[in-house]
């Protein structure tokens, strides 16, 4: 999986694990970096091995795979310290992702759909077209059920097709609690976070109604008053958009060595060719992510350099 992983990450790959282990394989998780506490639930996460925790076994892990599934990511790069290790490794190396631009030549198999909702919707339909639909348990079901619940936002982005009702009605005919993972993943913070939430949206968040975008920069000193973990900054890209005629929502994070961005759109507005354009990174239409060694005070002037120059696409949306 990609690092930092989100929910769909974690959930996708576990997803995969449990429906391959069930044919006698050994699989192991890893993960590039460390993740969200609120992902812990997730049955089997006890067990997910985090690269820059773990990196001597990894490395023989992985050095010694027959196969190696490679899971909501659509470049190596995105794999951090795992990137030479993954590389050179010489078991195959299965590509199941959504995001655009793929890295093509490093996988040996694999699906890239940009179509799909989430790469755990991905999962579900490999384990279907398989002919081993009777294989889904509930570990593989609540695992995937929050990986597709979380890329779609509740099942309120755009992505959410008659698709990925089917698939969440199917998991439910199975026996699925969908409220104990909702509970799991959104009812389960600190109160430094909310807290941390409050601050943010009062003395960091800074509009642009002009060009219909919002701009979110937490500096360094903000993550280290509240306390902020892992996954303690998820989702607050998307508040900018809640307010009505704002088309672009960015948020930048100072996280020491670099910073971290993350951009989202509505409507016909590409976050993928904006990332990429000006901030190194790329991802989906209407959500994608970017980074920068540049100071958080560079970053900003880059954003508001950036918007200008798309002013004849932001400032003409119609709502």
């Keep these: 999986m990609h690092q930092k992983p989100d929910g769909d990450a974690m959930g996708s790959t576990l997803g995969l694990y449990h429906f391959l282990i069930q044919f006698g394989h050994e699989v192991t998780v890893i993960s590039p970096t460390n993740w969200a506490s609120f992902l812990n639930w997730m049955p089997g996460c006890k067990t997910v091995l985090d690269f820059e925790r773990d990196t001597v076994k990894s490395n023989s ?62 999962v579900y ?61 959104y009812d389960n913070f600190s ?28 500096p360094k000193e903000d993550l280290i008053k509240y306390d902020i973990k892992t996954g303690d900054t998820e989702g607050l890209v998307n508040y900018p958009l809640s307010i009505e005629g704002i088309k672009l929502a960015a948020i930048v994070i100072d996280r020491g060595e670099e910073r971290k961005c993350s951009f989202r759109s509505k409507g016909s507005f590409d976050v993928n060719t904006f990332a990429r354009k000006y901030f190194e990174g790329g991802g989906h239409f209407n959500a994608a992510g970017g980074q920068s060694k540049e100071s958080l005070e560079g970053v900003v002037a880059k954003f508001k350099k950036a918007i200008a120059e798309n002013k004849d696409q932001l400032s003409t949306y119609q709502f």
């Design 191 to 218: 109160e430094n976070r909310l807290r941390f939430i409050g601050n943010v949206l009062q003395n960091r968040m800074e509009m642009f109604y002009e060009y219909n975008a919002a701009l979110i920069a937490i």
């Design 61 to 122: 892990l992985i050095e010694n795979a027959d196969w190696i599934f490679c899971l909501d990511f659509n470049t190596m790069a995105r794999t951090k310290r795992m990137e030479d290790s993954l590389l050179n490794a010489k078991g195959a190396k299965i590509l199941i992702d959504h995001h655009q631009e793929p890295q093509t030549e490093v996988f040996q198999f694999g699906c890239s759909d940009t179509s799909k909702s989430s790469t755990a919707e991905m």
């Design 125 to 185: 339909d490999f384990i279907i077209s398989s002919g081993q639909g009777e294989k889904i348990n509930d570990d593989i079901a609540q695992c995937l059920y929050a990986g597709v619940m979380t890329d779609t936002g509740s099942f309120r982005f755009p992505s959410t097709s008659s698709s990925v009702h089917h698939l969440v009605g199917d998991l439910l005919a199975r026996g699925l609690k969908h409220n104990v993972i909702h509970e799991a993943l």
